[in-house]
């Protein structure tokens, strides 16, 4: 019997309305002491390859100092607590989430016809939760089938495609929504340890929607592989403090996984992530935009040629890093380009994320 293929037949985004990257680069000028840092810090800040990230936290400028928004919610010296963070959470995520949905263009017979939900999002905790938040705020019937993949970092959005992917190949009916849903400027911390603030550096808000069906419209959802690298659990961490998330992020992680995907390339047989391919058996790549370093580390590590990644690298100048919705922003611009002819059909790609563990999720597609 022959099994149903899932398939990505649209992707909508949204973004929250201020661009405050210029507007943090200037806070934490004032938060830097140390004249080495601040100077390491403007060099980073001109080799990140970003030039916006978005969020609903609106800057002003104030003449003794600069505080991050019209309500004071980054007030120097008076950062908000995990739980007034996560009021704020409760209170943009829906209508957040449902922006991103509109942006589909599914009516509303359209969107009673959804059968499945998966909500992927580690930047907020609540319950009753986000799933059952977007259900009434997106019109869906409440009797759908709703998944919530939490806490897992920027490679969410593969776990919840392969979600999807699965319901979609043992019900060929389902039509699933995938949300990928991150308000990581909620998270913002003061300090002046400078690998915590070049971390910062990189992160904004962003909010996915995808329909995932059995017909054979976008991209062919192929096969899913992870893979962890040994002794890397500490590369990335992502802890639930006092004063918000606090994320780690090694200054090692882009060399390890440079290293890990040369070896992966080197062994080049059906168990790796490559599964017996070679890097130029695909004509697309779709990674996510963790920072201009990870891109680096995966042009190196693979040794793609041309500008294989000018997607991510894209994504990641005007967004920045928006942990799981990255990687969908990254594949609608891809199907954007098939869809205006710049981009082939039936064309291989692969796709991949990393994140904590230290963990590569990744799967094959093919553009229809």
């Known amino acids: 019997m022959t099994m149903a293929k899932a398939h990505i ?22 938060l830097i002491e140390e004249r080495r840092d601040a100077l390491l810090f403007r060099r980073m800040v001109g080799r990140a390859g970003i030039a916006h990230r978005w969020s609903y936290v609106e800057p002003v400028e104030n003449p003794n100092r600069f505080l991050a928004d019209k309500q004071g919610f980054y007030t120097p010296g008076a950062f908000p607590s995990t739980a007034t963070r996560m009021q704020r959470y409760e209170a943009l995520a829906p209508g957040f989430a449902a922006q991103a949905i509109d942006e589909l263009g ?22 009753p939760g986000l799933d059952q938040m977007i259900v009434r705020a997106a019109g869906l019937d409440p009797s759908v089938e709703r998944t919530l993949v939490g806490f897992m970092g920027c490679y969410a ?8 992917h699965h319901f979609v190949r043992s019900e060929p009916e389902a039509r699933v ?20 603030i070049l971390s910062m550096l990189l992160f904004g808000d962003g909010c996915a929607a995808a329909l995932v069906t059995a017909e054979p ?7 899913f592989r992870a893979a962890t690298i040994a002794d890397s659990a500490d590369a990335i961490t992502w802890r639930i403090g006092d004063q918000g998330f606090d994320m780690h992020l090694s200054g090692e992680v882009p ?17 790796g992530l490559l599964r017996g391919q070679r890097p130029e058996d695909f004509a697309l790549w779709a990674v996510h ?20 990644l000018q997607g ?35 064309a291989p790609g692969m796709a991949m994320a990393f994140g904590p563990g230290l963990a590569a999720e990744s799967f094959r597609f093919t553009t229809v």
């Open 177 to 196: 929504l995938v949300v990928n849903l991150e308000l990581c400027t909620l998270h913002f911390q003061e300090t002046t340890e400078l690998e915590r």
């Open 106 to 127: 599914l009516d509303a017979d359209e969107r009673g016809r959804i059968t499945h939900l998966v909500v992927a999002s580690c930047t907020g905790f609540v319950a």
């Open 157 to 164: 959005a593969v776990n919840a495609l392969r979600l999807a």
């Open 255 to 271: 060399g390890r996984i440079q290293r890990a995907l040369a070896t992966e390339a080197g062994r080049n047989d059906g168990q």
């Open 9 to 30: 037949n649209r992707i909508g985004t949204a973004l929250p309305p201020h661009d405050v990257h210029d507007a943090f680069m200037r806070f934490v000028g004032d």
């Open 217 to 223: 419209e976008g991209l062919a959802l192929e096969d």
């Open 312 to 346: 991510s690298r894209d994504v990641l100048h005007d967004c920045g890093n928006m942990s799981s919705a990255t990687l969908m922003f990254v594949l609608q611009r891809l199907m954007a380009g098939v869809e205006a002819g710049e981009t082939p059909r039936a």
């Open 289 to 308: 935009a963790g920072g201009r370093t990870i891109l680096d580390a995966v042009d190196k590590g693979f040794e793609l040629q041309g500008n294989a």
